[in-house]
């Protein structure tokens, strides 16, 4: 499965993006999907997960209320909707998809995609 993620961006803080993530893969609506990051000399960290049918969602607690992971799986798309992005929001972020249900470990998710800058300035 080869997820392809949208490309990121500069932004200042409190502006908004979103980014989306693809596949060709027709099963990819059974899928649980997941998004991660990786700031600058950090390790990589959850940020949100979805069910392969959008019943289940989970983020981190630094981006609830400000980030939404959705899906729409007539698109083979899983998106991330960023809010209110903040400086710290600055990472290079995964998007990642697996057959094991939604999951904050990153060792559950088979495959990933690229990865995508985003960078906040203040």
């Known amino acids: 499965v080869q997820l392809q993620a949208s490309a990121g961006g500069l932004v200042q803080a409190e502006d908004s993006l979103r980014l989306s993530c693809t596949t060709s893969?027709?099963?990819?609506?059974?899928?649980?999907a997941g998004w991660f990051r990786q700031a600058p000399g950090k390790e990589r960290e959850f940020v949100a997960t979805?069910?392969?049918?959008?019943?289940?969602?989970d983020y981190a607690g630094s981006v609830k209320g400000r980030f939404t992971i959705s899906r729409d799986n007539a698109k083979n798309s899983v998106y991330l909707q960023m809010n209110s992005l903040k400086p710290e929001d600055t990472a290079v972020y995964y998007c990642a998809a697996g057959v094991r249900g939604a999951a904050v470990s990153a060792s559950v998710y088979q495959y990933w995609g690229q990865g995508t800058l985003v960078t906040v300035s203040s």
């Open positions: 979805i069910s392969w049918n959008g019943a289940i969602r």
């Open positions: 893969e027709r099963t990819f609506n059974s899928y649980a």
